[in-house]
């Protein structure tokens, strides 16, 4: 049998590039050789795609991808350039222009298979207030809330705030992931300033009922069959689960599976699946969950294209049900192909 390729697209336009970079590296070592060779995409910061390495046999542990500090000018495409027959994407982005959809309309465009979810799940749920809409009506939990839009009376978020909410309370950029962007407020002056901070990042801002909380992570795999996994806890070490804390200072280890009761685990799997299908999800995502100390449930978010490096949380919960990471790369290529196909069937 013939192999396939697997184009790795990262980098990106996001405040998240260097997640992506991250995730990509992973990928690229743990990929079956049997069945896939590998093709490397960059997409700069200033959003040019750069042609980077490829691979038909698992490369050394010291084989580095392209980054914008080693970026080869000369090497740059057109980005319609990464078709290829028989190949099926991976595209490895992160927050908006990666994670929202536009990257899989362009993909679509192509007619290249690629993991994950598609144009409209992906903005769904790349949106943080958008999702909020989408959960309720499929009455899946979550913490109370307020919106705040780019151009009106900052007095008049903060008073709604105080209406309906109590500090301390999280401000959260719409279209934004792995934590940037997201800071905590104790009164309303930190409060004026969060928005200040997340208005860098969109210009439709969220905030949140802080509660004192458990998180906890749901894994999902599938297209029309859904998988969900085990939970698993990410335990802190510092206040705030932040970026920082996340990807430069490590302060986290994690629990998996969590230490909850089975019936918990059993809520908060079928909320992750009700979540999942509601947006319209495909291929992977998780659900992230808060779990309160008298037993409440709420969804936090949900994330389609979630951190992918070996020790990223994803993977390591896939892991504990029994499916390794290399085989679960060859199974979101199945299912990336496995949607194709039928995308296309329905333009017939």
């Not at 070592?29 to 698992?58: C, H, L, N, P």
């Not at 799997?269 to 659900?287: N, P, Q, V």
Request: with cysteine.
């Amino acid at each position: 049998m013939s192999k396939k390729t697997l184009i790795l697209l990262y980098g990106g336009r996001s405040a998240e590039h260097e997640v992506s970079a991250l995730s990509a590296e992973s990928v690229m070592r743990a990929v079956d050789y049997d069945k896939f060779s590998v093709k490397t995409y960059f997409i700069t910061k200033s959003g040019d795609f750069i042609k980077t390495q490829e691979f038909t046999s698992q490369p050394s542990q010291d084989e580095k991808l392209m980054t914008n500090e080693t970026v080869v000018p000369s090497q740059a495409i057109k980005p319609s350039d990464i078709y290829q027959e028989n190949a099926i994407v991976f595209p490895v982005l992160h927050g908006p222009m990666g994670e929202d959809g536009s990257i899989q309309g362009f993909l679509e465009v192509l007619r290249l298979p690629y993991v994950g979810t598609n144009v409209l799940s992906s903005s769904v749920a790349m949106d943080k207030i958008t999702t909020k809409h989408v959960l309720e009506s499929a009455g899946v939990p979550q913490v109370a809330y307020v919106t705040y839009m780019e151009g009106q009376a900052q007095s008049e978020a903060i008073a709604r705030a105080n209406q309906k909410l109590t500090y301390p309370v999280f401000v959260k950029p719409a279209n934004m992931g792995s934590s940037v962007g997201i800071s905590k407020a104790d009164n309303d002056g930190e409060l004026a300033d969060a928005l200040d901070l997340a208005l860098k990042y969109d210009s439709r801002i969220l905030i949140e009922q802080g509660v004192v909380a458990r998180e906890i992570e749901v894994g999902i795999l599938g297209n029309s069959q859904v998988k969900t996994t085990q939970p698993g806890e990410v335990v802190k070490d510092v206040a705030f689960y932040d970026y920082k804390a996340k990807y430069i200072d490590n302060k986290i280890s994690m629990d998996i599976p969590a230490k909850v009761p089975e019936e918990v685990m059993d809520k908060m799997r079928g909320y992750a699946e009700t979540a999942f299908r509601a947006i319209g999800g495909c291929g992977l995502s998780r659900c992230d969950f808060f779990l309160t100390e008298d037993g409440e449930i709420f969804l936090n978010e949900l994330n389609t294209m979630p951190g992918f490096t070996q020790w990223s949380m994803y993977p390591l919960l896939w892991e504990n049900m029994g499916l390794s990471y290399k085989d679960l790369i060859s199974e979101l290529a199945g299912l990336a192909q496995e949607m194709f196909d039928k995308r296309e069937s329905h333009l017939l």
